[in-house]
């Protein structure tokens, strides 16, 4: 036999050639691993043994404190502080083995729970660790049967699907959640779907809710317990709007209702539609007794009979509400409606209530103060209205520059104790109710100053607080106001009555607009808003009441957007203006 001989050459090449499988057989077994235990976790494909990888222990199950790995090295839990355990094949007393999961992974600094497809029943009450993470993948139910309480103290992961269902409930400790959706309960917001399970159970759940946008069809909600906060997705607007929308399908009851003595209540950016027209006998929000601290905003209402009533409140805030109502086959508003209704009669239920920037239309009564003390409106826009503001004997408060169409009656009774502040007469036609003296339109003579930007706009920089140039006036006889450094200056101590009005050009969608009223560096009130729309304008208020010494100097107007671009103050004394008025 011949062989042939091997040059040194050769040689080389092959040791070479070697060295490279070698290694390529390491990294193809260190892959291979490594996607062994991360794709277990990720993708639910069951594994059929643990693993370690990075420090962490990776299960299928609770093991004993000895777990064998694949490759046949047995390690003690105890060693390691983090653990990822994978749960599969739920059913009907899965909560055994869930809760036995839950124990021995207390003895870990960290860890990760999945749980994979099948419906994993929870009977008693169940409390998810701090120190544990439950990632619910796609597929997999946590059905909550005995009105059982599941509450998830760590963190939760899990996408916009349906994870829990049943008569049990569900329960976030601070800071397992940014947020709650209605969609982890199984709704669609298809506008086809009964979605009235999944909503109250959001609502019910402990934590802020979300809506994204869609169309969520329901029977009525209700609002339960205090620190409650409700947001919807902004979109832009249509007929309805294209963001977070609720469609009440009944033809009574209420929409949204607050129960009793509920505090810090915020409902924003969600539209409340009517499915029933012309014979409903609806209400859009409801709240029934002391409502607290509390803020409605950014809210479009439709076709209900009532749109909002707060029969009971105190410290509550209405801002940015347009509610439109109905007419009937005559055309005139239906019977008995009312956009806007705080107070209940003879009782005296409602004090310090702040409607601001309030658009109704086509209501029998647009804005109704049937029992409130301490009320403040501010820029109220009043159409189609059979009687635009109606206020009882036993209403009082302060409206600020108000617009009325030239068909609307203003019924301010003669008991009540109602001052009305405007820079302007009304449209020709509104009708005044003679027989009541308490509404008066404040001549200029009464007013300490009413002063405006004029000539041209203003430059207001992005993200930086500009002081307001209010360079002209319609009355400021004994020069109050100084044009030069633009400040007030008090003639006589005393309270005083500012507001303030500021319309900027051209702010896109989700910026943020403030208003600050300063006496020297200190504010004194604020307004905020974030824009909703895009659009060539958008105005923003504040209003203040202050004591301020004979003398004292440094009132001025800031205002601060965070838009990319420099904006312009509109000038014109209806669109940026302040009036101040001695009490």
């Known amino acids: 036999m011949i062989r042939k001989r091997i040059t040194e050459k050769e040689l080389y090449q092959h040791s070479k050639e070697a060295k490279i499988r070698k290694k390529i057989l390491i990294i193809t077994i260190f892959i291979v691993g490594f996607l062994c235990s991360i794709s277990v976790a990720e993708t639910g494909i069951e594994p059929f043994f643990p693993s370690l990888y990075g420090g962490k222990l990776f299960l299928t199950e609770a093991f004993s404190e000895i777990v064998q790995l694949n490759c046949g090295e047995e390690v003690r839990k105890s060693d390691y502080e983090s653990v990822v355990i994978d749960l599969y094949r739920g059913s009907i007393s899965s909560q055994a083995r869930i809760a036995d999961t839950i124990s021995q992974a207390a003895a870990f600094k960290s860890g990760v729970l999945f749980i994979h497809s099948g419906i994993w029943n929870i009977g008693s009450d169940l409390i998810i660790p701090s120190n544990l993470t439950l990632k619910i993948q796609r597929g997999a139910i946590v059905h909550l049967s005995n009105k059982a309480t599941l509450r998830i103290n760590g963190n939760l992961e899990c996408g916009l699907y349906g994870v829990f269902d049943g008569d049990g409930t569900v329960l976030f400790g601070p800071g397992s959640v940014k947020e709650v959706y209605p969609q982890w309960w199984g709704a669609r917001g298809d506008n086809s779907n009964d979605d009235t399970y999944a909503l109250q159970a959001a609502f019910d759940s402990g934590f802020a809710v979300f809506l994204p946008s869609g169309t969520y069809r329901n029977t009525g909600l209700s609002i339960n317990r205090n620190n409650f906060s409700l947001s919807g997705h902004i979109g832009s607007v249509t007929t309805h709007g294209e963001g977070a929308r ?155 520059q108000p617009y009325f169409d030239g068909n609307t009656v203003i019924d301010i009774n003669s008991s009540s104790h109602l001052q009305v502040y405007s820079n302007r007469y009304f449209p020709t036609g509104v009708n005044v109710n003679s027989n009541y003296q308490a509404y008066r339109q404040i001549p200029h003579t009464n007013v300490a100053l009413l002063c405006y930007r004029a000539n041209t706009d203003q430059d207001i920089r992005s993200s930086e607080e500009t002081k307001i140039e209010f360079n002209a006036d319609l009355y400021d006889a004994y020069n109050y106001y100084d044009t030069s450094n633009f400040i007030f200056t008090a003639p006589y101590s005393g309270f005083y009555l500012i507001y303030v009005q500021a319309s900027l050009q051209n702010i896109k969608a989700n910026k943020r607009l403030q208003l600050h009223i300063k006496v020297g560096t200190t504010t004194k009130a604020y307004s905020y808003t974030t824009v909703t729309v895009s659009g060539s304008y958008h105005t923003i208020f504040a209003t203040a009441m202050t004591w301020l010494d004979a003398g004292e100097k440094g009132l001025s107007v800031t205002i601060y957007h965070d838009d990319v671009d420099t904006r312009n103050i509109l000038k014109g004394e209806g669109n940026t203006f302040m009036l101040i008025k001695l009490l």
Request: glycine share 12%; hydrophobic share 30%.
């Open 246 to 400: 609720l469609n009440f399908t009944s033809k009574f009851g209420t929409a949204i209702e607050i129960n009793p003595s509920c505090q810090r209540v915020e409902i924003k950016n969600v539209t409340l539609i009517a499915d029933s027209r012309n014979d409903n006998t609806a209400y859009g929000i409801r709240g029934m007794k002391t409502i607290r601290d509390s803020l409605i905003e950014g809210l479009y209402i439709y076709y209900f009979k009532y749109g909002v009533v707060l029969k009971d409140g105190l410290h509550t805030t209405l801002r940015n509400i347009r509610t439109y109502g109905q007419t009937g086959a005559s055309g005139n508003p239906i019977p008995g409606s009312t956009g806007i209704q705080i107070g209940e009669d003879n009782k005296s239920s409602c004090t310090t209530i702040t409607l601001q920037d309030i658009y109704v239309s086509k209501y029998e009564i647009g804005i109704y103060n049937k029992y409130a003390e301490n009320t403040m409106m501010i820029h109220p826009i009043v159409e189609g209205c059979g009687t635009g503001i109606l206020n009882s004997a036993k209403g009082n408060g302060i409206i600020i």
